[in-house]
């Protein structure tokens, strides 16, 4: 099982940018998918997350109306778009993947964003 993290980089405050997390291995149709991230000297916090069978979503408070976390079943491919970028969402990016009620099982490798003021 593999979850393949792309889409990071340096951006200026204001800009976007969009992750994307490539999965493959099994069916994930019975998993929820997400996004956490991870700043210097901070805790790893889940900012997004979205069940793969019904397309539900929920957001971290400090990220709702900016980011949107989206799928793509053909692909088996999860996004996080992200607007409106500030200096404090600098902080490495990482997808996950977990069975609800049970901490994450799988992880991607993790994909830096920097956001320049």
């Known amino acids: 099982v593999q979850l393949q993290a792309s889409g990071g980089g340096l951006v200026q405050a204001g800009g976007s940018l969009r992750l994307s997390c490539a999965a493959s291995?099994?069916?994930?149709?019975?998993?929820?998918m997400g996004w956490f991230r991870q700043a210097p000297g901070k805790e790893r916090e889940l900012i997004a997350r979205i069940s793969w069978s019904s397309g539900r979503t929920s957001y971290a408070d400090s990220v709702k109306g900016r980011f949107t976390i989206s799928r793509d079943n053909a692909k088996n491919t999860v996004y996080l778009k992200m607007d409106s970028l500030e200096p404090e969402d600098t902080a490495g990016y990482y997808c996950a993947a977990w069975v609800l009620g049970t901490d994450p099982g799988y992880w991607g490798q993790g994909t830096q964003v920097t956001v320049s003021s």
């Open positions: 291995g099994r069916t994930f149709s019975s998993y929820v």
